[in-house]
């Protein structure tokens, strides 16, 4: 594995591992010829297979712990933050979403939020519409007709300009669905549209 490989969050331990030095302390040449004129013999084991076989088995375990805590790490994830629309049909370019992704453009929390403080993106002080997490949900009753869509935008963190989103609302200010597809080769029609 190349240092070009490694997760954003992994290359500060790498760089300090690549710069480390083992080095012999100074004293032990010394220790070790005085052992030696006094006539100690080196503390070796007469059988040694248990102690291999012991040193085996440790470095298993400690490799297949180190392999379960590397998938057991949670994935990296990656914020999109798109605002100003007219979502929730309030009439005021004042809406936004807040996308986290993880590789794959797998949509792990979607949040339609009013910008009330007119700074662009997501802040404390402004007001959910809608929070959803993994899977698209349908949480009251739609109005005939109150669907917002915006298309075609990287929404899903994956870099290309091809994805659509939707916004199911039952009255002004109040959002009842969110959810993000993938485009199909005509943007126009819905055949093969796949949500995220």
């Known amino acids: 594995m190349t240092p070009g490989d490694l997760p954003p969050d992994l290359a500060p331990v790498d760089r300090l591992l690549r710069r ?3 080095e012999p302390r100074a004293s032990l040449g010394p ?10 013999a080196p503390a070796v084991p007469h059988r040694r297979a248990p102690l291999v076989w012991g040193a085996a088995a440790a470095g298993l375990a400690g490799l297949a712990g ?14 999109i933050d798109r605002c100003c629309f007219d979502l929730d049909g309030g009439g005021s370019l004042d809406d936004g979403v807040l996308v986290v ?9 979607l949040w339609v939020y009013e910008d009330v403080d007119h700074s662009g993106g997501w802040t404390a002080g402004d007001r959910l519409r809608f929070v959803r997490g993994a899977a698209p949900v349908l949480i009251g009753p739609p109005v005939s007709g109150a ?10 963190g994956g870099g290309a ?3 659509g989103l939707m916004v199911v609302r ?12 993938e485009t199909g080769p005509d943007p126009a029609s819905i055949d093969g549209w796949q949500l995220r």
Do not use: H, K, N
């Not at 992704?101 to 929390?109: C, I, L, S």
């Not at 669907?147 to 899903?156: E, K, N, P, S, Y």
């Open 101 to 109: 992704t993880t590789p794959g453009q797998r949509v792990q929390r």
């Open 170 to 181: 039952s009255s002004p200010d109040r959002v009842v669905m969110a959810a993000i597809y």
């Open 66 to 79: 180190a392999v379960w805590l590397m998938a057991a790490r949670p994935a990296p994830t990656r914020t």
């Open 20 to 22: 480390a030095r083992f």
């Open 161 to 163: 300009a091809d994805d």
């Open 147 to 156: 669907v917002a869509t915006q298309c075609c935008l990287d929404w899903d």
């Open 31 to 40: 220790e070790v010829t005085g052992r030696l004129r006094r006539g100690e």
